[in-house]
Every structure is written in structure tokens, then in C-alpha cells.
């Protein structure tokens, strides 16, 4: 612990050091130089001792050491962070060097680890619910599935009053897609072109409707109904444990670099959903519940890699609602890959 504490003392001095140098109110016997050399190069001298720091590029250790045979250690610090390494080393002449570099990935590695990716897209829907024929439902009949019986049961309207898919059109530009990967592992052949991904995290779509439309609790299901108040915002929010399963090839390079062309699904299990609408006469109101929401989900997914980032698309088999409305959610945007 003592060692690793020297080691954060000596490299927040040479930064205190470089900050006095540059704006101008380092003492006499102060000095910071930086030279781009192998990587960053930084040399100070503080009351006539000497600290090296240097933060080089991917480099193997070996060829690290033999950059230091002109100073001879008597005490040497490591510290291991994933593939980053901290190396800090005294000699008896009382002068130190830190180096800071990234061991580079082998070439045999074929497992490859990223932790918390990150999704930011636009999700809408394909809707196919059978408004064409709520002329002939019969209003003192229940159905629990997809046929216009059902949809009357979901959103069900007063004599004279017809729902259509323009009741439940969204804000394109305001309904985003925002996901959440806890991580995303690879797993190529030996010939590090053909391989799989899966991970786990959470997929979230935002729902913003145009309409004045509101989610009603009638215990057993749900019911929406066209409301008489005019809201300035009225979204459904759904979020999904996701487990996505891919087949991945390479069109360049190796490993997780390069292009890659990935085609699979994500599967997801209902974790939490909500509505919230804001108005000048009720304010902010959220409410928790499932709105007869469909418990899994299954979308197939099309995703362009290039190194940290990808661009990707899904189209979900299963519809949004579980019985009235046949709505089929999509989503496309930009993904960074995480760490």
C-alpha cells in the first residue's frame, strides 16, 4: 500500500509541477520539459531532483526495460490495471522514473471482454392492429387477442368515435431508443474471422405519443382511453433485461478491430415499465404498471462494427402489446462499443 501511495505522490507532483511551469509561477529551480518521443515524455526537476514520466503507446515490456538500463533501480512499484501497466522505479543518485503503457492484446487471443457499451437510437413501431374492422365489434363482448374485438376491448371508444392508427402515432425525433450493456463478450475460431457475441444489459424504448391518449388500470387488463387533457409531454417507457446473441464476421482486421458484420437477436424479459405525462392541469404524473405490455421480446438485429463503434438496427417479432394492439417496435442508432 506504501509503495502505491509513493507512486501517486510522485506522479500528482510532476502534475503540479508541469501546471506551475505553464502558467508561469514555478520557482527558479523548477523545471517541466515534454517531448513527444516513443510516446509522451516528461522530465521535471524540483530543487535539483530528477522524475521521468513516460506514457507510451502499446509496448511490449521487454522493449520497455532496455529503454531503462541508464537508470539503474534500487526499488521498483508495479501496479496492473486490465492490460495498462504502472512501473515506478528509485535509484540510489535519488532520481525516479514512472513509465505508463498498454501491453498490446496477442495475437492468439481469441476471447475479447467490453463492459458497459452503450446505445443511442430512434425506436417507432409497425402497426399492424386491425382497425379496418371495429365497424362490426360487438360492445358488450370481451376478447383478449389481436382481432379487432380485442383492440376494441384495449382502446375502446364511444358510439360515433373511431380509433386508428393515427390515435397512437409518436414523435419520431422525441422517441428514443437508449440501451445499457453490463458487458458483451466475443468469442472468435482460431482464425479470428468467424465467432459469437452475447452479453447481458437493459433495453429501453421511449414511446412519445401525439395524441392525448392515457393508460387505465381496470385491475385483470388495461384499457387506453383519449383523454380530455392536453399534455405537454405523454410517452410509455419500457425496459428490458436483454440477452443479445450474435454470429460475428470479420471484414478487416482481427480480433475486436476492424469491420465487423454481426447478425443475431436480442432476447428480453420485461424488467420495468411506466407512462409519464405532463399538463398544466394535473402537472407531472408517473405511474408504474405493466399496461398489458408483452412480458418477452424477441428482435433479430443487423449491426456494422468498426472498432469502438457500430451502427445498428432490430425489428421485433413479438408485438408490443399483448393482446389489442399489434404494434411491432423497431430501433436504429449508434452504439459505442464500451471499455
Not at 287 to 315: G, Q
Request: glycine content about 6%; charged content about 20%; proline content about 4%.
Amino acid at each position: 500500500m506504501n509503495r502505491h501511495y509513493n507512486l501517486l505522490c510522485v506522479i500528482t507532483g510532476v502534475m503540479a509541477l508541469f501546471l506551475l511551469s505553464t502558467i508561469g509561477v514555478a520557482q527558479q529551480k523548477q523545471s517541466v520539459k515534454v517531448e513527444a518521443w516513443h510516446g509522451l515524455h516528461v522530465h521535471a526537476v524540483d530543487n535539483g531532483e530528477e522524475t521521468d514520466i513516460n506514457l507510451l503507446k502499446d509496448t511490449m515490456p521487454p522493449t520497455l526495460h532496455r529503454s531503462e538500463d541508464s537508470i539503474p533501480a534500487v526499488e521498483e512499484d508495479t501496479v496492473v490495471i486490465g492490460r495498462w501497466r504502472i512501473i515506478h522505479r528509485e535509484s540510489a543518485q535519488g532520481t525516479s522514473r514512472t513509465d505508463i503503457y498498454r501491453v498490446p492484446k496477442s495475437e492468439q487471443q481469441h476471447v475479447f471482454t467490453h463492459w458497459f457499451a452503450f446505445d443511442f437510437g430512434w425506436n417507432n413501431y409497425h402497426d399492424q392492429s386491425a382497425y379496418a374492422g371495429l365497424m362490426n365489434v360487438d360492445p358488450s363482448v370481451k376478447a383478449y387477442d389481436y382481432s379487432a374485438q380485442g383492440l376494441y376491448t384495449f382502446a375502446p371508444r364511444p358510439q360515433g368515435e373511431q380509433v386508428s392508427a393515427s390515435t397512437f402515432s409518436l414523435i419520431p425525433e422525441k422517441s428514443v431508443n437508449v440501451d445499457i450493456w453490463i458487458f458483451r463478450q466475443q468469442r472468435f475460431m482460431h482464425n479470428n474471422r468467424l465467432g459469437i457475441e452475447y452479453g447481458l444489459g437493459l433495453w429501453m424504448n421511449n414511446f412519445r405519443y401525439r395524441q392525448n391518449i392515457t393508460y387505465v388500470n381496470q385491475g385483470d387488463h388495461t384499457m387506453v382511453i383519449q383523454d380530455s387533457v392536453s399534455f405537454k409531454k405523454n410517452k410509455l417507457f419500457t425496459e428490458y433485461l436483454t440477452i443479445p446473441l450474435m454470429v460475428c464476421v470479420h471484414l478487416s482486421g482481427r480480433g475486436d478491430q476492424g469491420f465487423q458484420l454481426k447478425m443475431g437477436a436480442n432476447f428480453g424479459y420485461l424488467f420495468k415499465s411506466r407512462t409519464k405525462q405532463v399538463s398544466d392541469a394535473r402537472g407531472k404524473v408517473k405511474v408504474n404498471d405493466n399496461f398489458n405490455l408483452s412480458t418477452f421480446r424477441i428482435a433479430p438485429e443487423l449491426v456494422l462494427a468498426w472498432h469502438s463503434w457500430s451502427f445498428y438496427a432490430n425489428y421485433s417479432l413479438t408485438p408490443l402489446h399483448q393482446y389489442g394492439l399489434k404494434q411491432y417496435p423497431y430501433a436504429f442508432g449508434i452504439r459505442f462499443n464500451g471499455f
